[in-house]
């Protein structure tokens, strides 16, 4: 399987292979498309995959608004360009991503992953999102060096640095990445969930960071009892990248049951 995983990169856009129904990948905040390696080499049997770089991010385009809407649109912009709707995979901020681009241009969107995203979370700040990341000992001296500081989820974060002159630097822009979070600080995202119209898996890590009991509200919460709700014992954040099997059991299963089905927007 990983000798046939080819990588297409185009406009922020990486086509990794297969044949079938598109499947989308969205990353969180700081990453990239490419972080979605393994993941990728998995679902390609359920269809043709691809991972998008959100804007500011990757080689997405640059420059807000920094509005989840505005991710959405351009989401969509490139759901317009396949022949079929499109299943949305997405981790964190690409979980919003998703459903948001779901409710809001449900013709495109096939059914929807979301990876540890609660939908509202006011009234949190970037203050610590700014501490941990200014804590970081950039540049970073090697590849070697990000796999060593971020442990577990070293090879995670190794795809979402470059290299420059004096070491490797986050590609993002940490002013960006404060803006698109501080969104999330300000308003809720649940109008967004209750308009979705295609099946949902929201899969929550035992050690989520997220409003308690949220995550499987959200999943209660899609119309039509489309919903489903998973937590994945011993994963943080990235459960995709934590407890990989556990993850990739469950996208598979939901993936045989709705492509499975016919599509109904």
């Known amino acids: ?10 406009d922020g856009l990486v ?26 080499r998995r679902l390609q049997p359920y269809g043709r995959v691809h991972g998008l770089d959100a804007r500011g991010h990757g080689r997405g385009p640059r420059g807000g608004p920094w509005r989840t809407e505005r991710f959405a649109d351009d989401v969509a912009a490139v759901l317009r ?4 709707p499109a299943v949305l995979i997405g981790h964190s ?9 779901a409710a809001t241009h449900p013709e495109l969107v096939r059914a929807v992953v979301c990876e540890d995203f609660a939908p509202d979370q006011r009234g949190r700040t970037v203050d ?10 950039v540049p970073f001296r090697s590849l070697a060096h990000v796999r ?15 290299e420059r002159d004096d070491g490797y630097h986050l590609i993002a822009s940490l002013p960006d990445l404060y803006e698109i979070a501080a969104e999330w600080g300000r308003r809720d995202f649940w109008e967004f969930v ?3 119209k295609c099946p949902l898996l929201a899969i929550e890590g035992e050690r989520t960071a997220m409003p308690h009991g949220q995550q499987a509200e959200l999943a209660a919460r899609v119309p039509g009892g489309l919903g489903r709700h998973i937590v994945v014992q011993g994963a943080g954040h990235v459960v995709h990248d934590e407890a990989p099997e ?6 598979e299963a939901f993936l045989s049951d709705v492509l499975g089905q016919p599509f109904a927007s």
Not at 93 to 101: D, E, F, R, Y
């Open 1 to 10: 399987m990983e000798g046939s995983l080819v990588v297409i990169q185009r």
């Open 15 to 40: 086509t990794f292979g297969g044949d079938g129904p598109p499947i989308v990948l969205l990353h969180g905040l700081m990453g990239r498309a490419t972080t979605w390696w393994r993941v990728a």
């Open 81 to 84: 360009t396949f022949d079929e």
């Open 93 to 101: 901020m690409g979980g919003l991503h998703a459903w948001v681009t």
């Open 128 to 137: 610590t999102w700014r501490g941990y990341f200014e804590s970081w000992p």
């Open 148 to 162: 060593e500081f971020f442990g577990d989820t070293g090879d995670y974060f190794v795809e979402c640095v470059e």
């Open 194 to 196: 209750e308009r979705v």
């Open 246 to 251: 556990t993850y990739l059991g469950a996208v």
